[in-house]
């Protein structure tokens, strides 16, 4: 016990020899590394979903079926009436409506088909707020296979660059929230009101039913592209909710396929009918027999 105590005596003693910039650098040396401090590091916030709903799958495919079928309708229709005109039509502007009714059902196919995209990419089915490196970072899930990754200014926007609120707000027609079929969280309101701009956006989008993905990435409107003059333009026109609009599109399609089939059916069948009766026989000519 005496050679440990004069050992610890003999280290004061040294300490207390040692120049001041000497024992500096050991009382340095002793700190943990508690006893640092740390510089300021940014806060992380791990995912929170903010807003959920179901998809619009099953009514989608329902739909596509029955724009099909319209397709198939409205050129039975046509095609009924061109051969009921066929005998009084000379050959060459036969073969033209031919084939401008064949032009047109297509045209109309896509279009309305077009519409049915539209429409089922409104449809938010997921919302999810992120904090990375101190920047907020919100995910966007879309029906149809579309994804948006919105990272968000620090500062309220300004100039012609709209705030996330204008577009939640105004631009009901790229993007639609349905409060009545979804779970929404309570902050939801809070990210939705701000006056925060986007700085930059990464949209994915899946093609569906046959589409090539230039026209996929036509049919998805980036946020970053619009003005506030734009979404002052389309106030109040984005028309009813996507499930509402995509139940019309249906609605349309089978009347037009209805109307088409049995129009040309009749017309096609009134026209045989008269082609198929005999010539008239002239007053004159019967009274000489």
Same mark, same amino acid.
């Given at each position: 016990?005496?050679?440990?105590?004069?050992?610890?005596?003999?280290?004061?003693?040294?300490?207390?020899?040692?120049?001041?910039?000497?024992?500096?650098?050991?009382?340095?040396?002793?700190?943990?590394?508690?006893?640092?401090?740390?510089?300021?590091?940014?806060?992380?916030?791990?995912?929170?979903?903010?807003?959920?709903?179901?998809?619009?799958?099953?009514?989608?495919?329902?739909?596509?079926?029955?724009?099909?079928?319209?397709?198939?309708?409205?050129?039975?229709?046509?095609?009924?009436?061109?051969?009921?005109?066929?005998?009084?039509?000379?050959?060459?502007?036969?073969?033209?409506?031919?084939?401008?009714?064949?032009?047109?059902?297509?045209?109309?196919?896509?279009?309305?088909?077009?519409?049915?995209?539209?429409?089922?990419?409104?449809?938010?089915?997921?919302?999810?707020?992120? +904090?990375?490196?101190? =920047?907020?970072?919100?995910?966007?899930?879309?029906?149809? #296979?579309? @994804? $948006?990754?919105? *990272? %968000?200014?620090?500062?309220?926007?300004?100039?012609?660059?709209?705030?996330?609120?204008?577009?939640?707000?105004?631009?009901?027609?790229?993007?639609?929230?349905?409060?009545?079929?979804?779970?929404?969280?309570?902050?939801?309101?809070?990210?939705?009101?701000?006056?925060?701009?986007?700085?930059?956006?990464?949209?994915?989008?899946?093609?569906?039913?046959?589409?090539?993905?230039?026209?996929?990435?036509?049919?998805?409107?980036?946020?970053?592209?619009?003005?506030?003059?734009?979404?002052?333009? +389309?106030?109040?026109? =984005?028309?009813?909710?996507?499930?509402?609009?995509?139940? #019309?599109? @249906? $609605?349309?399609? *089978? %009347?037009?396929?209805?109307?088409?089939?049995?129009?040309?059916?009749?017309?096609?069948?009134?026209?045989?009918?008269?082609?198929?009766?005999?010539?008239?026989?002239?007053?004159?000519?019967?009274?000489?027999?």
């Amino acid at each position: 016990m005496k050679v440990v105590s004069s050992l610890r005596g003999l280290g004061r003693v040294r300490s207390k020899m040692l120049p001041p910039r000497c024992r500096a650098f050991c009382e340095a040396a002793k700190e943990t590394p508690e006893d640092i401090p740390k510089e300021d590091v940014p806060p992380e916030a791990g995912p929170r979903q903010l807003f959920s709903a179901k998809p619009l799958t099953k009514l989608a495919s329902d739909a596509e079926s029955t724009l099909s079928v319209s397709a198939m309708c409205s050129a039975g229709g046509l095609g009924a009436a061109l051969l009921g005109v066929a005998p009084f039509t000379p050959p060459n502007p036969f073969m033209i409506g031919l084939l401008i009714s064949v032009v047109q059902v297509q045209l109309a196919h896509a279009w309305m088909l077009r519409q049915l995209f539209v429409q089922q990419r409104r449809h938010v089915l997921e919302v999810i707020e992120e +904090i990375k490196d101190g =920047e907020t970072v919100v995910t966007v899930k879309c029906d149809g #296979g579309v @994804t $948006r990754h919105l *990272k %968000l200014d620090a500062d309220a926007a300004s100039g012609s660059k709209p705030s996330l609120e204008d577009i939640a707000t105004k631009g009901s027609s790229f993007i639609f929230l349905d409060r009545k079929a979804g779970e929404v969280h309570e902050a939801l309101d809070t990210l939705l009101q701000s006056d925060r701009g986007v700085a930059s956006e990464e949209v994915q989008v899946t093609s569906i039913s046959g589409e090539s993905e230039d026209e996929s990435r036509t049919l998805v409107q980036k946020f970053t592209d619009l003005t506030r003059e734009h979404l002052k333009k +389309i106030d109040g026109k =984005e028309g009813p909710p996507p499930r509402e609009a995509i139940e #019309g599109i @249906t $609605r349309s399609a *089978k %009347l037009t396929g209805y109307v088409f089939l049995f129009g040309g059916s009749l017309l096609g069948a009134a026209c045989r009918q008269a082609g198929d009766r005999p010539p008239a026989v002239p007053a004159e000519a019967s009274k000489r027999s």
